[in-house]
Nanobody, 119 residues
């Protein structure tokens, strides 16, 4: 089992910054993809950014140039630096870990951390 714990959310004004962290514990598989998703009230959960075990990153168009994902493999952690925040970034942010072990795919989610951006 893998546990994911997010932290770093909070309330900021538009234009501000936050840094989210996601720490993985338990059996941490070496080859996996860590991603951030978000879900605003009344909306579906959407992809924000992801990073592969080799460091390859991908971003949703809505956050390109403002958000930066990074990872620390030694700490089994992934981070999301969010700059130039906008009110539309307000959402619950979730960490996700996906991969495959012994031919079986797995997906784990964290409990989420709230980000609120006021105008």
């Amino acid at each position: 089992q893998v546990q994911l714990v997010e932290s770093g959310g909070g309330s900021v004004q538009a234009g501000g910054s936050l840094r989210l962290s996601c720490a993985a514990s338990g059996y941490t598989y070496s080859r996996s993809v860590m991603s951030w998703y978000r879900q605003a009230p009344g909306k579906e959960r959407e992809f924000v950014s992801g990073i592969n075990y080799d460091g390859t990153t991908v971003y949703a168009d809505s956050v390109k140039g403002r958000f930066t994902i990074s990872q620390d493999n030694a700490k089994n952690s992934v981070y999301l630096q969010m700059n130039s925040l906008k009110p539309e970034d307000t959402a619950m942010y979730y960490c996700q870990k996906v991969g495959m072990v012994a031919g079986t795919p797995y997906t784990y989610w964290g409990q989420g951390t709230q980000v609120t951006v006021s105008s």
